[in-house]
C-alpha cells in the first residue's frame, strides 16, 4: 500500500535529524514497549508481515504525530483486538474488563536472548529455477496495491540490473494477510539515480532494492 511508511522521495519533511550518542531508550516506558512487543509476537498469531501492515496502516496523521515507539504500540494495539487477546472496552477502561483467553505460548525472561538470536527465518526451498539471473535487466512493475508490499513506491516502474540472486522467500504480499507464505525467489536489483529520481540526480548514485519474482517483467 502507499502507506504512510514509504517515504523515498516524498519533500517537505526536512533533514533527518542525527542525534549524536543516541541512546538505545529515552524513556522507560520505550523498554516496556518493546517487552510488550516481543511477547505479543510470541504468542504465534500473527507473522512479521501482518504485524508491519498494522504498523503502515496507521492513519497518515496519527503514523507521523507518533515516535518510533509509539508506532509500534498502536499496532499491537490492533493487532491484540484482531486475535481476540483483548476488547474495545479493555482500551477504552486501558485495564482488563473482558476475561482473557488461554495464553498456550509465553515468552519468559530466562528465553528472550536466545529467542532475538534465533530470530524469524523467512527463506523457504523453491522448486521452480529462478527466472532471472545476475546481469538480466528488469522492470519494476508498476502497480498500487491497498494491501502490503516491500516493493517501495519511488522503485516502481524502474529499470534496473540484477546483481543477485538469492533464492526463495515467504513472499510478503500474501503473508501479511493470511493468505499464505507463497514463497518467491528474491533478487538484489540495482538502478541508477537518473533511473529513479531523474535527470538532477547524483551521476554517479545508485540505488538497490530487494525484489521478489512478481514485482519484476524482462526490460
Known sequence: MNGPQDLGGQMGFGLVAQEIDEPLFHAAWEKR?????????????????????????????????????????????????????????????????????????????????????????????????????????????????TGHTRLPRYARDCVGTIEAVHGGFVFPDTNAHGAGEAQEHVYTVVFTGKQVWGEAADPGLTVSIDAWESYLVPA
Not at 515516535?67 to 493487532?79: N, P, R, V
Not at 519468559?108 to 523467512?122: F, K, Q, Y
Open 33 to 145: 514497549a518493546l517487552g510488550l512487543t516481543l511477547c505479543a509476537g510470541a504468542l504465534g498469531k500473527w507473522t512479521i508481515d501482518e504485524s508491519r501492515h498494522a504498523r503502515e496502516s496507521l492513519h497518515p496523521a496519527d503514523y507521523y504525530a507518533s515516535s518510533y515507539d509509539e508506532i509500534w504500540t498502536k499496532a499491537l494495539e490492533t493487532l491484540l483486538l484482531r486475535h481476540g487477546f483483548i476488547t474495545a472496552a479493555d482500551l477504552a477502561a486501558q485495564r482488563a474488563v473482558d476475561p482473557a483467553p488461554r495464553v498456550v505460548r509465553i515468552l519468559t525472561a530466562d528465553n528472550v536472548a536466545a529467542t532475538l538470536a534465533r530470530g524469524g527465518p523467512c527463506d523457504r526451498p523453491m522448486a521452480a529455477s529462478p527466472r532471472f539471473a545476475a546481469g538480466d535487466r528488469v522492470r519494476t512493475r508498476r502497480t498500487h496495491p
